[in-house]
């Protein structure tokens, strides 16, 4: 069965800063989708970005960008310019025919 | 709203009670999930349903039962219910699977068995 692997439980960032929180996962699939979510407080499941494995291009959403590293099997979220409301429990996920989640890191932001 | 409505919010309930937990979505979509979140394991599947009348074991689905009888509704159904099934129980759906599209969440119910 795949795995994901968040070897970090806690993260601190100071306000402005640039952090990065990594992930790892066990596949023998070539095609396949990788997510990260944020659940901030309130618990609400965030869709944050999303990876299609079958694209060189790491995927980027405004202050949120992913490197994926397909061979090492890698998949990490680097957030830019951190900001107060990005304090969070965030998952990483692998999916295919189901989703896999890692289990969290929770990032605290230092005003 | 494009949503998934997951109730109650909280729950605390006595152990062999059985209890209900309702979750409904309004974007027709086809596949339906339950998860149960726990600190240090992240998310785990119990159940997931990829259309009317057609359920199936997820990674931990011992202590659950589910139905689909119709497309928007899939309830989680604890017969006995027993401590170590406090938790974090999230419903999710996505259009034909979450492989593509990722899912839409509910907002969580916080269940505690005493």
């Known amino acids: 069965a795949q795995t994901v692997t968040q070897s970090q439980p806690e993260m601190s960032v100071q306000e402005a800063e640039t952090v990065t929180l990594s992930c790892t996962y066990d596949?023998?699939?070539?095609?396949?989708?990788l997510f990260w979510y944020k659940q901030p407080p309130s618990r609400q499941m965030i869709l944050v970005i999303r990876q299609e494995a079958y694209k060189q291009q790491n995927a980027t959403e405004n202050r949120f960008s992913v490197n994926f590293q397909k061979a090492a099997k890698s998949f990490s979220l680097k957030i830019s310019d951190s900001q107060l409301g990005d304090a969070a429990m965030y998952f990483c996920?692998?999916?295919?025919?189901?989703?896999?989640f890692g289990a969290g890191t929770r990032l605290t932001v230092k005003p | 709203e494009a949503q998934v409505t997951q109730n109650p919010r909280y729950l605390i309930t006595v152990t062999g009670k059985k209890l209900t937990v309702t979750c409904s979505q309004n974007m027709n979509h086809e596949y339906m999930s339950w998860y149960r979140q726990d600190p240090g394991l992240g998310l785990r599947q119990i159940y997931y349903s990829m259309n009317v009348e057609v359920t199936d074991k997820g990674d931990v689905p011992e202590g659950y039962k589910v139905s689909r009888k119709e497309k928007r509704n899939f309830p989680l159904i604890l017969e006995s219910p027993s401590p170590n099934q406090t938790s974090l129980y999230f419903c999710a759906s996505s259009p034909s699977g979450p492989f593509f599209y990722g899912y839409t969440f509910g907002s969580g119910t916080r269940l505690t068995v005493v």
């Open positions: 596949t023998s699939e070539s095609d396949y989708y």
């Open positions: 996920a692998y999916s295919l025919h189901d989703m896999r």
